[in-house]
């Protein structure tokens, strides 16, 4: 707290505490999101526990399921250390297959999905 004035350090602490994925935010960008927050305040006091705690429970179930999965069990089982491997893991991965997607659309074409093509 010593390097920020104390409205900015209760600000910070404040979103990170009621940190949550966005309703159309990959793994991947959430992950990186979580991890911006701890470096905006540095001084957080949150052990690699209490960070874990806070980033499971602020994302949705179906990306909840996607990590229990991984786990062969409950991603809060783990260790934070190999939690954080994991879910690194996931998002490096999660990362590489949206970067895939954006990277195959051709520019000026607009793809639809089934309902939409029969639709039109």
């Not at 701890?38 to 179906?62: E, M, T, V």
């Not at 809060?76 to 998002?91: D, F, R, T």
Request: hydrophobic share 40%; with cysteine; net charge neutral.
């Amino acid at each position: 707290m010593r390097f920020f004035l104390p409205s900015r350090f209760i600000s910070a602490k404040s979103d990170t505490v009621t940190f949550s994925q966005g309703s159309n935010e990959p793994l991947c960008e959430t992950w990186e999101r979580f991890k911006a927050l701890f470096w905006r305040c540095p001084n957080h006091n949150f052990d690699n526990a209490a960070q874990l705690h806070i980033f499971y429970s602020g994302l949705k179930s179906q990306t909840k399921m996607i990590l229990d999965t991984s786990t062969r069990g409950t991603m809060m089982s783990k260790s934070p250390e190999e939690a954080i491997i994991i879910i690194e893991s996931i998002a490096a991965s999660d990362y590489q297959s949206h970067h895939d997607i954006a990277s195959t659309q051709r520019k000026g074409l607009m793809e639809l999905d089934t309902k939409s093509a029969i639709l039109a």
